[in-house]
Nanobody, 125 residues
Framework: QVQLVESGGGLVQPGGSLRLSCAAH????????IGWYRQAPGKEREGVSCISVGAGTTYYRDSVKGRFTISRDNAKNTVYLQMNSLTPEDTGIYYC??????????????????WGQGTQVTVSS
């Protein structure tokens, strides 16, 4: 079965950290740009960070710059999102998705189509 599986979410206090993982099953993600997206209750899904195939190009939305780091290990077929200095505004369900083309555009315009289950991130004291 071809799918991406997100994991690593949880409940964390403001200022805390989490590391999300996006593991590919049934296909190799080393041909795809991978993006992380999130959706907060009552809000549109938004791009958080995206990474090129060779990891040479990354994109971050302004609100997470300097706090989040995206990386990938193609040998492990996995992309990671290290999230530090978390704030309540980072709360939401986080998803990953594959794509092709431009890294920035993939983040600015989330892809359409089906999404996985995502992983819940809750930042609260």
């Amino acid at each position: 079965q071809v799918q991406l599986v997100e994991s690593g979410g949880g409940l964390v206090q403001p200022g805390g950290s989490l590391r999300l993982s996006c593991a590919a099953h049934g296909f190799s993600l080393d041909r795809f740009i991978i993006g992380w997206y999130r959706q907060a209750p009552g809000k549109e899904r938004e791009g958080v960070s995206c990474i090129s195939v060779g990891a040479g190009t990354t994109y971050y939305r302004d609100s997470v710059k300097g706090r989040f780091t995206i990386s990938r290990d193609n040998a492990k077929n996995t992309v990671y999102l290290q999230m530090n200095s978390l704030t309540p505004e980072d709360t939401g369900i986080y998803y990953c998705a594959p794509g092709i083309g431009d890294v920035q555009n993939m983040c600015v315009y989330p892809p359409s189509g089906s999404w996985g289950q995502g992983t819940q991130v809750t930042v609260s004291s």
